[in-house]
């Protein structure tokens, strides 16, 4: 019976103190309502900002090389085959991916947890006070260029996205359909935030990383561009709206004239660790090491992209294909191939004397035999590829660190780095604005601007050196000269600039979003298939269905969280 009593006592004293300790604040943890303090708002401001940069290997939307690249017919998939990754083999093929690609779901969930930090964050800042909080208005400004980003890059990749803002209760989340704003009206809410971005934000920013004025400025212009190409329901073009291009002309003037930005004057520069931040940069996912944390704020969207040799060791992805390959190559006059550029393939001969090539091939693919990220006695071998047979034995370089430099980390089994990456330069705002005045039908004036960016690839073969001083390539670019070396027509520019915007931005990303904002996806995709199915097996399945492919498939699990009540895109 005493040892009865002192049992009770026992348990008394327990549920006393578990009583005393639930009572007690969670040590760690911030409450809602603590969120609502300037200091922790601001902190809520750079917790949206890293959602830039926190994607994965598998959902790689701060470079996007899967969804534009890949799907772009830049590079193959790449990896030990079709089964590796094989949710990216259903993104090349077009013709085997499906509604329940879990990929699809997870780049969908991604997007929308940055839409979601800039919303939470921006209702916050919303209801503190501009005495409290003095960067109120410039913060607000920051989260709508946040938050344009990632709808901007939920819209390219599914067309029709449900719309929520920092006003939508989260418990109506599952109540709002992706079809309440029509493709025209879902553009506006982008352009919106991308406006309001731009009235509010300074020229510059003491703090490198943060949207600017001219960041805005160049965003929206982007956006008006896709925007200008209207679409039916099929996503074929109906119209180009001549307003948004005008808009798109003036928003360029504005960056141009600024004086703030300037190419740089190697290529090379902008995808260097030592150069980044440079004259071309106008926003990049800025990324971190050694500031803490076990491994740093490391690239991991790229983290599949190295080569196999020992001193990185993994895994092969991202491979350039042998059409963008052979597409570097010039003709007598210096400049680029249109329609005979695939007659002979230069990437299964490996000559690269013969015929004459754009240098800007050699800052973006390693090939057997030639310097490896411009070291000059760190020789890329084919014993570095991962699947030679299936893919061929290149890879992409722009993404790529040498493993002596300074930004590289190991994560086992992976390879990150801290190099920043861009997401706008000035490259762009030249080539958009000559996108713009080229449909407008003022063709004449899209020359200089085209020049200027051959002009500097023609300047960037410094670091384009052999170990006993001689190129890697034959090259020979040069620029255009209406009535002399090129016949400068309307169609010819078009032709012109579409072949720029591919030299320029190989690998980055976003040549498939060019294609389907042209309108020429399905005929260059399927041209693209008809040739390279010769040369990659891989491909033997792949076909692209004009009004489908264009845009991912709602992912089914997104249409089940909605009850049915998301709306599938045409042809799915």
Not at 412 to 434: C, H, M, Q, T
Request: a negative charge; aromatic letters at 12%.
């Amino acid at each position: 019976m005493k040892n009865l009593k002192y049992i009770f006592l026992m348990m008394f004293t327990i549920l006393i103190s578990c009583k005393k300790v639930l009572d007690e604040p969670a040590q760690g943890v911030v409450s809602s309502e603590d969120l609502g303090t300037p200091e922790n708002v601001d902190k809520m401001v750079i917790a949206a900002y890293s959602a830039l940069g926190n994607d994965h290997y598998t959902s790689p939307y701060s470079s996007m090389w899967p969804y534009g690249s890949v799907r772009g017919g830049d590079t193959y998939k790449g990896g030990d085959g079709p089964g590796d990754l094989s949710e990216f083999h259903l993104f090349e093929t077009f013709s085997l991916n499906r509604v329940d690609n879990p990929l699809l779901d997870q780049v969908w969930f991604r997007l929308y947890v940055g839409i979601g930090r800039a919303n939470d964050a921006l209702k916050r800042v919303n209801e503190i006070s501009d005495a409290d909080y003095p960067k109120k208005a410039e913060r607000q400004a920051e989260l709508r260029f946040l938050r344009g980003h990632f709808y901007f890059l939920a819209k390219i990749l599914f067309k029709y996205v449900p719309y929520l803002d920092e006003n939508t209760e989260k418990t109506a989340y599952n109540t709002i359909s992706n079809r309440a704003l029509s493709d025209a009206e879902l553009w506006a809410k982008i352009t919106d935030d991308f406006r309001a971005a731009a009235d509010v934000l300074p020229e510059s920013q003491a703090e490198i990383g943060r949207a600017s004025k001219f960041a805005a400025k160049a965003y929206l212009a982007k956006v008006l561009l896709y925007q200008a190409y209207e679409q039916g329901e099929d996503h074929q073009i109906t119209s180009i709206n001549a307003a948004k291009l005008e808009e798109v002309n003036a928003l360029a003037d504005e960056i141009i004239a600024s004086g703030k930005y300037s190419l740089t004057t190697d290529y090379a520069n902008n995808f260097l660790a030592t150069t980044q931040n440079g004259t071309e940069s106008i926003f990049a996912i800025q990324y971190s090491k050694d500031d803490g944390t076990p491994k740093g704020r490391l690239d991991y969207g790229h983290a599949l992209n190295y080569p196999m040799n020992q001193e990185y060791g993994c895994c092969g992805f991202n491979v350039p294909s042998h059409d963008l390959i052979n597409a570097y190559k010039t003709d007598q006059d210096g400049l680029p191939q249109f329609t005979t550029y695939n007659n002979t393939d230069v990437a299964a001969t490996l000559d690269f004397k013969s015929a004459t090539f754009d240098p800007r091939l050699d800052h973006t693919v390693a090939k057997p035999g030639a310097p490896y990220k411009y070291k000059s006695n760190f020789i890329y071998q084919r014993s570095w590829s991962r699947a030679p047979a299936i893919y061929d034995a290149f890879a992409s370089m722009k993404e790529a660190v040498l493993p002596d430099d300074p930004s590289f980390q190991k994560v086992p089994p992976f390879i990150g780095s801290s190099k920043n990456w861009e997401i706008i330069r000035y490259a762009d705002v030249l080539l958009w604005k000559a996108e713009a005045l080229i449909e407008l039908n003022r063709s004449l004036e899209a020359v200089p601007l085209i020049n200027q960016i051959r002009a500097r690839a023609n300047n960037s073969k410094n670091l384009l050196k052999m170990a006993d001083g001689s190129a890697i390539s034959n090259y020979n670019v040069q620029l255009y000269q209406p009535g002399v070396n090129s016949n400068w027509t309307q169609a010819y520019a078009r032709e012109a600039l579409r072949f720029e915007r591919r030299l320029e931005f190989a690998t980055e990303g976003y040549h498939f979003f060019d294609l389907v904002r042209w309108g020429i996806a399905a005929q260059t995709m399927n041209a693209y298939f008809d040739i390279e199915k010769r040369r990659v097996a891989h491909l033997n399945d792949a076909r692209f269905t004009r009004g489908r492919d264009e845009y991912f498939p709602i992912p089914l699990n997104q249409i089940n969280f909605s009850s049915g009540l998301y709306k599938q895109n045409n042809g799915w």
